[in-house]
């Protein structure tokens, strides 16, 4: 029953302009050639690269480079903070976003899109309740207790359609809980780039639609290919909000089975499907660096499950030779 649109290809041109990459090229980009050119344009596996490789030069440096950790201690607090506040006015322009998406197609364009949001919000609430909520209460905490743990973080979420929102005090929340800062420091930015869940299954449940939508009769073997290629891929769907949209496009593109002029349809609702995936990339990223903490050790199993159910207000700090207040 979805009214198919009649754009043509080339409207679409943005997002699947072709990427000629091969492994190597991929390999060689990697590394930043300039360290403030990869903060600057956001290019979160360079910034990652930098960011290993410093900290690996100051654990190898040793007590001289202490003062400079302390300092960089000093800096992201502070970083953090106008960030905080840059947050705190960011649902006005999520407001605007979406205010002109109905404005503009229109709440009857909507509806018949809304078993597509329905699909894609029922099978993220399955899998954080279902597949998350078992390797949670494996490792000794409840699925439920940290989504009220972290429900702050996911309202911030839900209104900016954006896990970089939260960084700061997520990472504060999971330090909090008991994580070592070195596991909270290596697993959650890490996790912004490669473990993606929501957008994986975005991208997999919107090809499928496409390919309903147009009639097309997709084979076992192309969907489990596609498929593959999707969850792959979104493992590259950090980013802004819409950055999931442009990795479909350029999959759908060069798949050569479904048509490009099928992701005008999700146009109307990107915005709805990116607060879900976003939510889920969350709830995701918080019980992987859980998990790890328990795997090395940061916290016992008895201790982790009335942590993450009432964490401490204040993060313990201890002073260090210079008079610098850190972290314990």
Do not use: W
Request: aromatic fraction near 6%; charged fraction near 10%; glycine fraction near 10%.
């Amino acid at each position: 029953g979805i009214a198919l649109p009649h754009v043509q290809a080339s409207e679409l041109a943005q997002f699947t302009k072709p990427q000629n990459t091969s492994m190597i090229d991929f390999l060689v980009r990697v590394v930043p050639d300039n360290a403030v050119a990869a903060f600057a344009n956001g290019d979160v596996l360079q910034v990652l690269i930098f960011a290993v490789l410093f900290g690996a030069g100051l654990v190898a440096v040793g007590e001289p480079g202490r003062p400079l950790a302390h300092e960089l201690e000093r800096l992201s607090a502070t970083l953090f903070r106008v960030i905080g506040i840059v947050m705190r006015v960011a649902p006005i322009g999520a407001f605007g976003a979406m205010a002109f998406t109905i404005g503009r197609f229109g709440l009857a364009a909507l509806v018949p899109l809304a078993s597509l949001m329905l699909a894609v919000y029922i099978t993220m609430a399955l899998f954080v309740i279902i597949v998350l909520g078992v390797i949670a209460q494996i490792a000794g905490f409840s699925i439920f207790a940290l989504l009220r743990t972290i429900r702050d973080e996911l309202l911030l979420v839900l209104g900016t359609s954006s896990t970089e929102t939260v960084l700061p005090q997520l990472m504060d929340k999971l330090v909090r809980i008991g994580c070592s800062r070195t596991t909270v420091g290596l697993v959650v930015p890490t996790g912004y780039s490669f473990n993606q869940d929501g957008s994986a299954i975005y991208l997999s449940i919107c090809a499928l639609f496409i390919a309903q939508a147009y009639g097309i009769d997709l084979s076992l073997g192309q969907e489990v290919g596609l498929f593959a290629v999707l969850m792959l891929t979104s493992k590259g769907a950090a980013g802004v909000t819409g950055s999931g949209f442009v990795v479909l496009a350029g999959v759908v593109s060069a798949s050569g089975v479904l048509p490009v002029e099928g992701l005008a349809l999700l146009l109307g609702v990107e915005r709805f499907m990116s607060e879900a995936r976003a939510l889920t990339n969350l709830i995701g990223n918080s019980v992987a660096t859980l998990v790890i903490a328990r795997h090395e050790g940061d916290i016992s199993r008895e201790a982790i499950g009335p942590a993450v159910a009432s964490p401490p207000d204040a993060i313990p700090v201890a002073v260090s030779q210079g008079g610098v207040a850190v972290p314990a």
